[in-house]
């Protein structure tokens, strides 16, 4: 039996019970964009309606990380990830991550932040609307 969680699209502040294993997207369920210390699930569809994109142009990938409690957030607390409006995204297998920034910026619906960790081998995308389109990599790339 799949876990209950409170899933809110903050895009339009509507939110409403899902099963773990409910669709988002076409591909994408619940289970892949929660916090495993939450019940609460917070998420923008119009950035994972973007990454379903990704998905369907280079095939299946995973997400490393979505919403993400203060306890679990290592950084400052003004983490779009705790916001529920960042994703970090596995590297597609065999695609470039200046490849997948590339498309990325053809599909955004929105200019926000993207991050390129090259040796860690993920690429984070965000529609934080306060901080606005920005780029950076990670440390040591």
């Known amino acids: 039996m799949s ?3 409170y899933v809110v699209n903050i895009d339009t502040g509507v939110g409403r019970v899902m099963r773990s ?3 988002l ?4 369920i619940v289970n892949e964009v929660k916090s495993y210390k939450s019940e609460i699930v917070l998420y923008s569809q119009s950035l994972l ?4 994109k990704m998905r369907d142009r280079f095939g299946k990938t995973k997400i490393n990380s979505a919403l993400r409690t203060l ?10 990830h705790v916001k529920g409006c ?9 695609v470039a991550i200046d490849v997948m920034n590339r ?3 053809k599909i955004r619906s929105y200019k926000g932040g993207t991050g390129l960790y090259y040796k860690k081998k993920f690429f984070h995308v965000d529609n934080d ?8 990599k990670g440390k040591g790339d």
């Open 86 to 94: 960042a994703f970090d995204i596995r590297q597609y297998k065999g």
């Open 3 to 5: 876990k209950k969680y």
């Open 49 to 52: 309606n973007d990454i379903q």
């Open 21 to 23: 294993t409910e669709h």
């Open 25 to 28: 997207t076409q591909n994408f």
């Open 103 to 105: 498309y990325w910026k």
């Open 71 to 80: 306890s679990q957030n290592s950084t400052l607390d003004t983490s779009s």
């Open 129 to 136: 609307k306060v901080k606005g389109e920005r780029e950076w």
